[in-house]
């Protein structure tokens, strides 16, 4: 069989599975908690696996790899970042208390958590538009990098590329709401472990082992292993923090925890996503030994690509394709959905005060996620050239926005609706502020983002009025 | 220099990565123990 062949093979008995998992799941629909939650019943694997899935997305794993490449092998730490703080950590920390929450506050959107927690309506609207727009830039990236992904391994021409992954996308999740997200989720989890565990295992052959890919590194210059190295301090430290610190605000990424069965999932999802997410540090490990193997390339970004096609066969590449198409779509669907309820449940039915039927809601649902789908995918045929500083720029306006009123909602009694409103307007103000000044001193606008909001929501807060006690006791479980 | 010429610095990375895993380990076997679901 032909090299293409044998992707397009691979590829095709790949899609037919999302799509019939996207069919399964709307035969399992009933109402819009199932739309959105897959009506709380999930269990841990599915749960911590599509975790995973939803966060590392084709971006990671090129750009990943692009680090690795550029910077060495420091970039392991990047990956040690993502697996304690973007993984165990946010497990640990907010799981069991955005499961119990949410659930006593009957909210199943971020937005909805932030304007129930803190009485504060004015929050759930601003929350939403600013989550529907960032993510949609973000969808966007997702996209390019997919259709980058097919073109450089299949020679399939990037507009193709991209409209075939996004209308496949696009098809289950309207279909099968979050259970199809879930669950092809957790099968794309597979797909990509197993993808990213056969170009380690190959590539550490071609190099000659762990020892010689580190003398060599050594050999071309000590700042390709040593930490920090290439990165400098400020460098790996504050691009850690966005890409692990950063998932804490990351609606796509929290809502998991709004949908598991009950609190004891978290007890065999917490490790079932650690040692998932540890897989985290592959693609900045294949990156630098790339470095070692092809130490001529022009864009680091193809830094993966080129590796693949030079230490996989056909059948390995198809594979490891098959692993980044998995990576992009699972990450691309969870956005899908939660943009889509952002806008039918915040904007359209509370803040607009629609009055709509249950029924109703699933078809604007499924109509709402076509259609930021099909936006997405208009841009992404002809992207604008910053679309990778616009990643990062989502992540920041979205984390500076819900990070810290979510995790105070969570743990802080104190915290008032004022203090809540300010964090969110002020946190996303100033990383936007930053960026669009130029990010001084090489720091992204994520820092001063997350710590302008995490001072206006703290001193704020102490100067207003606390919520009523009943209300407290009520969220807290205290009654 | 550490293990597989990895300087100590970046070799603890993965001391890291692996000391994650056994918390969260860890964590679940001891962590569920007192805690009931309310």
Known sequence: MSEIGIYILVLALYTLLLVGIGVIASKRMKNSEDFYLGGRSVGPWVTSLSFVAA???????IGGGGFGYRFGMSSIWVGAANVL??????????????????ARLGTMTVPGFLAERFKAKEARVFAALVISLFLIIYNVSILKGMGHAFEGLMGIPYIWAVLLSGAIIILYVSLGGY??????????????????????????????????ANAALQAMSPGLVNTPGEWGWAGLISYSMIVSFGVWGMPQLTVRFYSIKSVSVLRVGTVVATIGGSMAVLPYLNGAIARVLHPELANADLAIPTLTKAVLSPWGGAIFLAGVIAA??????????????????????????RQLEEHQVVRYSRLVSTLVGIVSLAIALRPPALVLVLTAFSWAAISS?????????????????WGVLSSMGLGLASAL??????????LHGFIPGILISLLALVLVSLFTKRLPDDHLARVFGEQ | MGPFQTPWL??????????????????????????EDR
């Open chain 1, 55 to 61: 966060y590392f997305s084709s971006v990671v794993i």
């Open chain 1, 85 to 102: 703080i973007g993984v165990a950590l946010a497990w640990m920390v907010l799981g069991r208390r955005i499961r119990l929450f949410t």
């Open chain 1, 179 to 212: 259970l199809a997200v879930v669950w092809t989720g957790f099968f794309q989890a597979w797909v990509m472990g197993f993808g990213l565990i056969l170009l380690t295992f190959a590539s550490l052959k071609a190099v000659g082992g762990l020892t010689a």
């Open chain 1, 328 to 353: 992009g779509m699972s990450t691309f669907a969870s956005v899908l959905i939660i943009t889509s309820g952002a806008v039918v449940r915040d904007v359209v039915q509370k803040g607009l005060g």
């Open chain 1, 401 to 417: 926005t819900c990070l810290w009123p979510m995790l105070f909602g969570l743990y802080w009694k104190r915290a008032t609706r």
């Open chain 1, 433 to 442: 502020i930053w960026i669009g000044i130029g990010s001084p001193y090489g």
């Open chain 2, 10 to 35: 970046t070799f603890f990375a993965w001391v890291v990565i692996a000391g994650t895993i056994l918390m969260a380990i860890a964590w679940s076997i001891l962590g569920f123990r007192k805690r």
